[in-house]
């Protein structure tokens, strides 16, 4: 059964690649979905965007979903409780 992708594995690089390299990582796609999307390695894929100064890092995703903790309406804790 042949792969559903393409194997790129020692191919040089097209400018079309580089370009949908660039799309995808725009949008956020992890690694190694691209990789698997070129047919090629995540060491490839991260090699060819530092080469292209073209970031893989998430743009828009605050690390480990960390939120600002807003208190809620009418709880505190300023001391005791007072009955």
């Not at 799309?23 to 796609?29: D, I, P, Q, R, S």
């Not at 691209?34 to 965007?49: D, F, P, S, V």
């Not at 292209?52 to 903790?69: E, H, M, T």
């Amino acid at each position: 059964m042949s792969p559903k992708y393409t194997r790129n594995t020692g191919k040089s690089w097209t400018s079309v690649d580089v370009s949908k390299l660039k799309k995808l990582a725009k949008l956020n796609t992890p690694t190694r979905v691209i990789g698997l999307k070129l047919g090629r390695t995540e060491n490839a894929i991260r090699t060819k965007a530092s080469n292209n100064a073209i970031s893989l890092k998430p743009v828009n995703q605050s690390p480990y979903n960390r939120k600002k903790a807003t208190p809620q309406k009418g709880t505190h804790s300023k001391g005791p409780r007072r009955k």
